[in-house]
């Protein structure tokens, strides 16, 4: 059974850091694409970051270019999220999901994902 382990929310100060970790089990990611969305209550999941893992190539929401950084690691299977500069309005619930058609195709929608993690709340406030 595939299954995506996320791990690395919390709490942070405004400005702070934190590091969100995906890891797959059942099976690799090859040739898939992996990204984060986030959600807040009442709304729609909204797209964060993606990568196309055999490519490497990265995608980035308005909201956090150049502050979030998505990256992988081919040995442990898993994809991270670098988050920086961190802001209130990036307090949310962060889900990492897997495409594995791997095409660009529609890389922003959610409804192109096949499978999820279990979501990790980030919460940024003082």
């Known amino acids: 059974q595939v299954q995506l382990v996320e791990s690395g929310g919390g709490l942070v100060q405004p400005g702070g850091s934190l590091r969100l970790s995906c890891a797959a089990s059942g099976r690799s990611f090859s040739n898939s694409n992996i990204a984060w969305f986030r959600q807040t209550p009442g709304k729609e999941r909204e797209f964060v970051a993606a990568i196309r893992w055999r490519a490497r190539t990265t995608f980035y929401a308005d909201s956090v270019k150049g502050r979030f950084t998505i990256s992988r690691d081919n040995k442990a299977n898993t994809v991270y999220l670098q988050m920086n500069n961190l802001r209130p309005s990036d307090t949310a619930v962060y889900y990492c999901?897997?495409?594995?058609?791997?095409?660009?195709?529609?890389?922003?929608?959610?409804?192109?994902?096949?499978?999820w993690g279990q979501g990790s709340q980030v919460t940024v406030s003082s």
């Open positions: 999901a897997e495409d594995v058609g791997g095409n660009l195709s529609g890389i922003w929608s959610h409804k192109k994902y096949d499978y």
